[in-house]
C-alpha cells in the first residue's frame, strides 16, 4: 500500500469508516508488532501494545502526519521504549509447542535473538525498520532521530556484529 492509499484510508478511518481502519490494521500489524517486540523482547507485552497502538489510532480524531507510516512506527518505538523503561525485566517469549518439533530451527532461532538482543537498542531498532518493516535509512533516520549517514554506520555496525555472534566471536 502507498503513502498516498494509506493516507486516504486515513482519512475516511477518521470520520467513523471501520473498513478503512481494518485495512490500516491488516497492512501495519505485522511491522509494528516487529518493532515493537524488538524493543521489549516478550511475545506478551509486544501484542498488547500493538493492541494499544491501534486502539489509540481508531479512537484519534486527527492526525496530521506527512508520512502516516512513519508516525505509526514512531508512535510503536515510543511507547515500547517507555515500556521497557517502566518494566526493568522482560520475560523471554516462549517457544510454542508446534516449534518444538524442530530443535535445528528452535536452536538457530534463539542464537538469531540472542545476537539480535545484544545489540545496543538502536542499533535492534534500524535493523528491525530496514529488514523487517522495509523502511528505507532516509524514513529509519528520521523515526530514531538520527543523521542518514549514523543510521547506516549504526546499520552496518549491528550486521557486522550479528556475524562476529553467530559465527562463534564474542564480542
Request: charged residues 25%.
Amino acid at each position: 500500500m502507498t503513502n498516498k492509499e494509506l493516507q486516504n484510508y486515513v482519512s475516511k478511518m477518521q470520520v467513523g469508516d471501520k473498513q478503512a481502519f481494518s485495512q490500516i490494521y491488516n497492512e501495519l500489524k505485522l511491522p509494528v508488532f516487529t518493532i515493537v517486540y524488538r524493543i521489549v523482547k516478550s511475545k506478551e507485552t509486544a501484542e498488547d501494545l500493538t493492541q494499544e497502538i491501534f486502539l489509540k489510532l481508531y479512537k484519534s480524531s486527527k492526525i496530521h502526519a506527512k508520512n502516516y507510516r512513519a508516525y505509526v512506527f514512531t508512535m510503536a518505538r515510543n511507547l515500547a521504549i517507555d515500556t521497557l523503561r517502566k518494566e526493568k525485566k522482560q520475560s523471554i517469549e516462549n517457544i510454542d509447542t508446534e516449534d518444538r518439533v524442530n530443535t535445528t530451527n528452535i536452536e538457530l532461532k534463539i542464537d538469531i535473538e540472542d545476537a539480535i538482543s545484544s545489540l545496543q537498542v538502536i542499533e535492534r531498532e534500524i535493523l528491525t525498520l530496514h529488514l523487517s518493516v522495509g523502511l528505507k535509512f532516509n524514513e529509519i533516520a528520521s523515526i530514531v532521530n538520527l543523521s542518514l549517514p549514523a543510521t547506516y554506520r549504526r546499520y552496518k555496525k549491528a550486521l557486522r556484529t550479528l556475524k562476529t555472534i553467530l559465527n562463534g566471536g564474542a564480542l
